[in-house]
């Protein structure tokens, strides 16, 4: 079906209550409704935005078309947490209602001040010759969980320099100070990151540009930056659109990392820092966002989809949902990635196994499954390729393996089931100069996440096999291989 941009750019009061209920009952027969992920009650997910730990509990909203599986008239949807497990579906937090977020509210971030939860987001607007104006806004939540607009933006400028798309502020406080981030595109067509301070979340001044190692021409457009210091060093995170395929590298459509440096310098405006690193390797990752809870840990969240690209859920009136949380550390100059450890609040029914697997494949019997938790180390290997199979139906399957000749960690969707966004290709690959290996998966209904030696990398991507392709098998080819595997039903 096309929508026209009349369609897209419905208010939800030109809506009733009875096509949002016909839209949920369709939604709600899909058979790739995700389990333990947050996924839209209908219509299309995006970025994460505003994740916070306020008053005990943790918020995460996300950027939402209510009416169907496009891009159109954005909002912010409100979910929250006590352990980042069991998530409460809130309901709808920032919706257009004025001249300055008419045609959108956009991505932005929360930030706790004076009690209350600040969050800065774009307000994207469109005159009549549809030409962008962003503003950045301000809404404030009580702790009561009230959320009030502040009527007028905080920016109303592009500062000069910079095209139209300047968008997803990112803030935090350092001393005295509020900062934020603001992704950016200079008016040669090139993607950038400004900086702006304030003292008071109202008031803010323009900076200037971050200074990077990057070249310019990094990407076109730099979308939702995060900044932020871990273990005394500074992490600059962002999603560059426009960077070419190189190798096994910067497959997808758009991209998303980071590099790591020494803390950024205020004063100068400057990073200096190491190369750029791809944040996740799998299919289906983008614009991912951070927040520090109260025990201090950085955590991270993406959206585990990607634009311009029809997924098989479209047709059942929905899309995308967001990756599992993760912790965030940093070794060598590179983040390491864990599952957030209340994760195993969701474990069930346990098995585990061992076997010797030599140029063969094993089907595991009591491994059956299509929500689990399962976690397989790879020892004494001499197999140029070992690794597992998921999803295990007639013609199906999803292949996590490693390529110990080429050293890489490769993740094959070809058989999947369902296919989709194919144009990008279906099979990914990281290199990883390892002895040993291990994969700890989470798999739902329709996605796995892969966190490979202990979240040295990832790989994420949406799924879509039939309902009975459950089976696990492990595999060696050219050599054998020891397998321990273990594997929990997730509730
Ligand atoms: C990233 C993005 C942001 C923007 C939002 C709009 O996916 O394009 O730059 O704020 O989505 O939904």
């Known amino acids: 079906m096309e929508w026209t941009k009349e369609q897209r750019y419905r208010t939800m009061d030109e809506v009733s209550k009875e096509e949002i209920e016909a839209l949920a009952k369709q939604v709600n027969r899909c058979p790739w409704r995700q389990s333990f992920h947050i996924q839209p009650v209908t219509g299309l997910l995006n970025d994460p935005n505003g994740f916070s730990y306020f008053n005990g509990e943790y918020h995460l909203f996300y950027q939402w078309f209510p009416l169907g599986p496009v891009h159109g008239l954005k909002h912010w949807y409100h979910t929250k947490s006590k352990d980042l497990v069991l998530w409460e579906n809130v309901g709808m937090a920032i919706k257009p209602s004025n ?194 809870d109260h025990l201090n840990r950085r955590i991270l969240v993406g959206w585990m989809g990607l634009p311009e690209i029809d997924y098989p859920t479209d047709k059942h009136g929905w899309a995308h949902c967001l990756t599992i949380p993760r912790e965030l550390t940093v070794k060598e100059g590179k983040l390491v990635q864990h599952p957030v450890a209340e994760l195993t609040l969701l474990r069930g029914e346990k098995v585990e196994t061992s076997q010797k697997v030599e140029n063969e494949s094993i089907c595991l019997d009591n491994f059956e499954g299509d929500v689990y938790e399962l976690q397989a180390e790879f020892s004494e290997s001499t197999a140029e390729e070992f690794g597992l199979e998921l999803r295990v139906g007639e013609n199906e399957k999803t292949v996590i393996k490693y390529d110990a000749v080429a050293k890489k960690v490769v993740f094959d969707r070809t058989e999947t089931g369902q296919s989709f966004g194919e144009e990008y290709g ?41 309902e009975n392709s459950n089976g696990i098998s492990v595999f060696a080819r050219g050599g054998h291989t020891n397998v321990k595997a273990v594997k929990w039903d997730l509730k």
Request: charged share 25%; with cysteine; net charge negative.
């Open 99 to 292: 001249e300055f977020d008419c045609h959108g509210v956009y991505s932005g971030s929360g930030i706790e001040h004076d009690g209350k939860l600040y969050f800065m987001y774009t307000g994207n607007t469109r005159d009549d010759e549809w030409v962008r104006h962003p503003f950045q806004c301000l809404a404030v939540m009580s702790p009561d969980g009230s959320i009030v607009k502040m009527e007028e933006p905080v920016i109303k400028e592009v500062p000069r320099g910079y095209t139209d798309h300047f968008r997803d502020p990112k803030v935090w406080k350092n001393g005295d100070h509020f900062y934020a981030v603001i992704g950016a595109q200079r008016e040669n067509e090139t993607g950038s990151v400004v900086l702006y301070r304030s003292w008071d979340l109202k008031d803010w001044q323009f900076a200037g540009e971050v200074k990077t190692g990057l070249d310019e021409g990094f990407g076109y457009m730099w979308e939702c930056p995060d900044y932020f210091e871990l273990d005394g060093q500074g992490i600059f995170l962002f999603s560059p659109q426009g960077l070419k395929a190189e190798g096994d590298s910067y497959q997808n459509i758009y991209q998303s990392g980071y590099v790591v440096g020494s803390p950024i310098d205020l004063e100068e405006i400057e990073l200096k820092h190491g190369p750029f690193h791809e944040l996740d390797h799998g299919f289906d990752f983008y614009a991912p966002q951070t927040t520090v």
């Open 426 to 466: 279906t099979v990914r690959k990281c290199k990883l100069e390892a002895e040993e290996i291990s994969f700890r998966i989470f798999v739902d209904v329709s996605s796995v996440e892969v966190f490979v030696n202990d979240g040295e990398e990832v790989f994420t991507g949406r799924i879509f096999p039939g």
